[in-house]
């Protein structure tokens, strides 16, 4: 059974960061590229950031590109989503999301992925 579960989300401050982990099991995780996605309130689920099944290519979403920073440890079977210069805008709840990979390339729609951990909340205090 596949789990994605997120953590180290919380309240943060404007201009301060946070970091966020998803830890996968029950896949062989090195073969699954991965995705960061978040849901504001009232607002759809949203594409933040990407990575290959290597981690060697990345894509992020143009409202974080410069101040987040998406990466991977195969051997830990853990993805990180680092993010800096926090604004009230970046407040969601935060998804991981991963898919069988066949070639190295991303993903940047939630319909390509098959699996989703449960969310983990990031509130952004000005």
């Known amino acids: 059974q596949v789990q994605l579960v997120e953590s180290g989300g919380g309240l943060g401050q404007a201009g301060g960061s946070l970091r966020l982990s998803c830890a996968a099991s029950?896949?062989?995780?090195?073969?699954?590229?991965m995705g960061w996605f978040r849901q504001a309130p009232g607002k759809e689920r949203e594409f933040v950031a990407a990575?290959?099944?290597?981690?060697?290519?990345?894509d992020y979403a143009d409202s974080v590109k410069g101040r987040f920073t998406i990466s991977r440890d195969n051997a830990k079977r853990t993805m990180y989503l680092q993010m800096n210069s926090l604004n009230p805008e970046d407040t969601a709840v935060y998804f991981c999301?991963?898919?069988?990979?066949?070639?190295?390339?991303?993903?940047?729609?939630?319909?390509?992925?098959?699996?989703w951990g449960q969310g983990t909340q990031v509130s952004v205090s000005s």
């Open positions: 999301a991963a898919t069988y990979a066949g070639y190295i390339r991303t993903y940047t729609s939630m319909k390509q992925y098959d699996y």
């Open positions: 029950g896949l062989t995780f090195s073969t699954y590229a």
């Open positions: 990575i290959s099944r290597s981690g060697g290519t990345t």
